[in-house]
């Protein structure tokens, strides 16, 4: 889901007139294909587009891409995949490989970023995270803790940023109609994970439910909505930007975020943070 998100935004910002930054792996092989679909489009459409050479998993390569860029005013955290399986099942370098990417891979990437935010006194961070940070399902346990672990540390990041004029926010897609179910890194203990067919039988009935959702033309799957709340969300004062977005099927989790909010923000005003939530406009 994440690079085919990556091009719609890239394209869709940069129409609207955004200078945009696009960053990926392998851009001179694995990812040479998309990386000059971009450069033409660029070109074609006369936009500005700068494509980087950049992973996420390495400081040496997130600070080389950023040293080539002077002003940011938008990063928007939009690497990740999924493990999907019983979280007995993965070994411990694999758990700290879906944290490195989904957690630790977005704390590089804003380092790099925040100087120039910081002598700016201003700029946004947009943490994409997903309804998997926000609720609990069997076979995602892995990937659970990732997301949970990334609105957690986002939630603390708005505090510690916004005295400072930065603003982050949290964008929670559902699922949408890419290829996420395909892409999901199963566990290599495969014997182990064959004791939870439980958990399985979960996990296919949860992919029939959602791709019945895919090819229901009135059902909220269309990646370009992700996008366009990147936009609303870039367009918004500083100051009036709420830390959770929530966008696409949310099996009744906007629920759970309407009712948290005022709770949140209930607490920030007993500890004194109230004037920390967000960049004063």
């Not at 007995?88 to 935010?117: C, H, W, Y």
């Not at 910081?118 to 892995?142: E, N, T, Y």
Request: charged residues 20%; proline residues 5%; hydrophobic residues 40%.
């Amino acid at each position: 889901m994440q690079q085919r998100i990556r091009l719609y935004s890239v394209k869709y910002l940069a129409e609207k007139g955004h200078h945009v930054y696009a960053t990926m792996r392998n851009v001179s092989s694995k990812n040479k294909k998309p990386a000059s679909e971009l450069k033409n489009f660029a070109q074609d459409q006369n936009l500005s587009i700068n494509v980087l050479e950049m992973d996420v998993t390495s400081d040496k390569s997130v600070n080389a891409a950023v040293a080539q860029i002077s002003k940011v005013d938008v990063l928007i955290n939009n690497a990740g995949f999924g493990y999907g399986g019983p979280i007995e099942s993965f070994s411990s370098n694999e758990i700290l490989a879906q944290l490195d990417l989904n957690i630790v891979g977005t704390i590089r990437t804003a380092k790099a970023v925040l100087p120039i935010m910081r002598a700016q006194k201003s700029g946004l961070i947009i943490q994409v995270s997903s309804g998997a940070g926000r609720g609990s399902f069997p076979g995602f346990g892995v990937y659970h803790a990732s997301k949970w672990g990334l609105e957690g540390m986002s939630e603390s990041m708005r505090y510690e940023l916004a005295p400072l004029g930065i603003d982050v926010v949290i964008v929670e897609p559902g699922p949408f109609s890419t290829n996420f179910f395909g892409n999901i890194v199963t566990p290599q203990n495969s014997e182990l994970a064959n004791d939870y067919k439980h958990v399985d039988a979960f996990f296919q009935g949860f992919q029939n439910q959602v791709q019945s959702a895919f090819e229901d033309s009135k059902a909220p799957t269309d990646p370009i909505l992700v996008v366009q709340s990147f936009e609303k969300l870039i367009d918004l004062p500083a100051g009036s930007r709420p830390l959770r977005t929530m966008v696409g099927l949310d099996f009744g989790l906007q629920s759970l975020n309407d009712a948290v909010e005022p709770i949140r923000k209930g607490i920030l005003e007993s500890m004194g943070l109230a004037a920390s939530d967000g960049p004063q406009s």
